[in-house]
């Protein structure tokens, strides 16, 4: 072969030179969407000038017409790979299925094939005719049918990029947009110059200056390259970035440097994207500096953060890797959304929960024990669970002052309790005459007095009556360090609490007449069999451990059948209570009496012997002796009779006592009764 290489040549070699040199710059970062493509269009560009150079020095008709048949594979393949690029950067890549590419690459193969075997059919070039400029060593193509074919082809390929381009460019904003604009200005410019090759409007007929076209897009992609970082601020997720959406987005590249952001991300982090955009997300986001070291490499993940500081801001953070086609990582999207209303919600949710949750405790520790006490701390510490405050104390009116009873928080509770305090003067005075809880927020500004040990360090008081069929019973009061600390809220929460105290309060009081009634004989008030025998057996243990005397009576009305028949049960009834009281004004308060059955009753003398024990039975028996029971049916008059036994070393128990004095009663009965029998 033999070449004669002029200036035009040796341009065409130097720019295939040139786009190797942009396809090895552009091979680093093929992973980029549009970079694979745009690198391999630089390669088809490198063989196109480089066997277009080699067919213009070439000499004689055979050698130029094989360099052309090898420079239709960078030339068919171009236009694919250039509208391939368009489709990737614009991230239209969902239309890069492998059965377009195939239909894509089909008419390129084609009309590579048809070159290669032109002499058989002519479709490609119909004729070649040396060049009329003297020494040009330019050959003149005439074209074939297929020729206008694939040439059509092309343009609509390059025409379609273009378009891409434009709403590209449209689409995109800031940096994004000078990239587009660099591009379109690059790409078309071996389109127009292939036009003018084509349609015989060149400056010289059958010079092709297309390759060199290629090299000022080469150029122009290089600048793109340093300068405006075109691959490394390509816009990775911009299809996702709706400008009304409600979601913060955020897109950073693999080098953490923010790419994209939408209007309700700038809100959220309450910056301006237009300084934000090919930041770095450390200098970005810098009043944010922990967040950012806590995700700053975080590939994946879903968490909620508070930007807020002292007013509560809570963002919904979720990160998603970004691939490309081909798997490869480009970077990630960051999805912000402003949760703080939801969060509020949840917050005040859990809180209503744990104040049910709270009142249902104390009210099943009001209804399974009936420890007074007990039941008041656990109510204040319930209290605690729900409402902060630094003390707590609940009380009790008594006359004109109020009596603590339950306290929390206060470093000396075993003094404090039971202390009274006067109502005169007091903030209580107040809840007590309005009837209704009252909120102090400063507490030394409206009661010096209160200000005081053991509540010096107290700033605000939060007060709730207590009532009791509608009377105030007492206080639940509340108490903080901070100034203006209580809300209306914590009033409403801690007036259900007092409610509860109340209901404590009742409950107690019940139980203490449940305790009184269940070891009481309804009917003469002294104690019955079943807690008398609990005293007795107390009292005659202390007996024998202390070497005590101790006495047993048993008293026995005589002809109380009589009187029942005689006046009826409800006589029957005031002459049994007569005796109760004739006991109880006979007995010293240590003695114990109580309702042994029927008209029968049952005394335990502590500390006397038999001498002593007579002595008593004696006085018992005169004093009931000279009542009177007054009825409709006139005065009724009644005696008793007793059975005597006192204990001693060997009969020291309470079922031999019992025996011993039944019987010395039995004797006393059947022997005229109205008398003291000791037994013997």
């Keep these: ?124 070039w119909s004729s070649f005719t040396p060049s009329p400029v003297p020494d040009s060593n330019i050959l003149l193509y005439g074209h074939g049918a297929w020729f206008w074919v694939s040439v059509s082809y092309i343009y609509i390929l ?16 800031h940096i994004y947009r000078r990239q587009a604009i660099a591009l379109l200005i690059g790409v078309p410019l071996p389109v127009f110059s292939n036009v003018l090759y084509v349609l015989d409007f060149g400056p010289i007929r059958g010079m092709d200056f297309t390759p060199l076209a290629f090299m000022l897009t080469g150029l122009i992609l290089t600048q793109g390259i340093y300068r405006l970082q075109l691959f490394d601020l390509v816009p990775v997720a911009r299809d996702k970035l709706i400008e009304d959406m409600s979601d913060g987005v955020l897109v950073l590249d693999t080098k953490t440097r923010i790419v994209d952001i939408n209007p309700a991300a700038q ?43 002292n007013e509560p801001r809570y963002l919904d953070v979720r990160i998603y890797p970004l691939y490309d086609r081909g798997k490869r990582f480009t970077g990630r999207l960051f999805v912000l959304r402003d949760i703080t209303e939801r969060r509020k919600s949840e917050e005040a949710e859990v809180k209503a929960r744990r104040i049910a949750e709270a009142l249902q405790e104390t009210s099943l520790a009001i209804s399974s024990t009936l420890e007074f006490n007990r039941i008041l701390n656990m109510i204040l510490e319930q209290i605690g669970y729900v409402l902060a405050f630094d003390n707590a104390s609940i009380s009790l009116v008594q006359g004109d002052e109020f009596v603590l009873i ?30 209704r809880p009252v909120n102090y927020p400063d507490i030394e500004a409206d009661f010096s007095l209160y200000y005081q040990l053991p509540r010096d360090t107290i700033r605000s008081v939060l007060m709730i009556p207590l009532f009791y069929k509608d009377l105030v019973v007492g206080f639940l009061n509340l108490g903080s360090e901070e100034l203006d600390h ?79 028949d005689t006046y009826g049960h409800l006589v029957g009834d005031q002459v049994l209570r007569a005796i109760a009281k004739a006991c109880n004004q006979a007995l010293r308060k240590v003695d114990i009496v109580g309702r042994y059955g029927g008209e029968e ?9 038999l001498e002593g024990a007579k002595y008593v039975a004696e006085r018992l028996r005169m004093l009931i002796a000279a009542i009177e029971v007054k009825t409709d049916q006139g005065l009724v008059k009644v005696t008793i009779s007793q059975g005597l036994a006192a204990s001693d070393e060997k009969h020291n128990t309470l079922e031999i006592l019992l025996e011993r004095a039944d019987k010395a009663l039995y004797t006393a009965k059947s022997t005229g009764g109205n008398q003291v029998v000791l037994y013997d």
Excluded at 500 to 511: D, T
């Design 486 to 564: 209580f809300t209306a809220e914590d009033e409403h929460v801690a007036a259900a609490f007092a409610a509860q105290v109340a209901v404590a309060l009742e409950n107690s009081r019940l139980y203490e007449e449940s305790q009184r009634l269940a070891t009481i004989d309804t009917l003469t008030g002294l104690y019955n069999r079943r807690h008398f025998f609990f005293l007795a057996e107390k009292e005659i243990e202390r007996a024998r451990r202390y070497n005590k005397q101790l006495a047993v009576i048993m008293v026995d009305l005589d002809q109380f059948k009589a009187i029942n």
């Design 158 to 173: 390059l025409s379609t990029a273009i378009i891409i381009l434009i709403g590209t460019t449209i689409r995109f904003q």
């Design 601 to 609: 009753f049952t005394i335990i003398l502590p500390e006397i012997g």
């Design 1 to 124: 072969m033999v070449f004669h290489f002029s200036a035009y040549p040796v341009a065409l070699i130097i720019n295939a030179a040139f786009a190797i040199l942009v396809t090895g710059l552009l091979w680093p970062r093929r992973a980029m969407p549009g970079g694979l493509p745009l690198a391999l269009l630089m390669l088809a560009v490198t063989e196109w000038s480089l066997t277009d150079g080699l067919q213009n020095a070439a000499v004689g008709i055979p050698t130029k017409v094989f360099w052309s048949k090898l420079s239709y594979l960078g030339i068919t393949s171009s236009p694919v790979l250039l509208f391939t690029f368009a489709l990737e950067y614009s991230h239209l890549e969902k239309w890069l299925t492998r059965r377009n590419l195939i239909l894509l690459f089909a008419i390129p193969a084609i009309t590579l094939i048809m070159a290669i075997t032109n002499e058989w059919h002519k479709l490609i």
């Design 406 to 435: 339950a306290l929390r928080g206060f470093e000396r509770v075993e003094g404090l309790v039971g202390s009274r305090w006067p109502l005169e003067g007091s903030p209580n005075l107040q809840v007590l005459q309005g009837r």
């Design 267 to 309: 809100r959220l982090i309450q910056s301006s994207g237009s300084s934000l955009i090919g930041q770095p997300i450390e200098v970005a986001l810098a009043a944010n500096a922990d967040l950012v070291s806590r995700y700053r490499d975080v590939m994946e993940t879903q968490t909620e953060i508070n930007v807020g500081g």
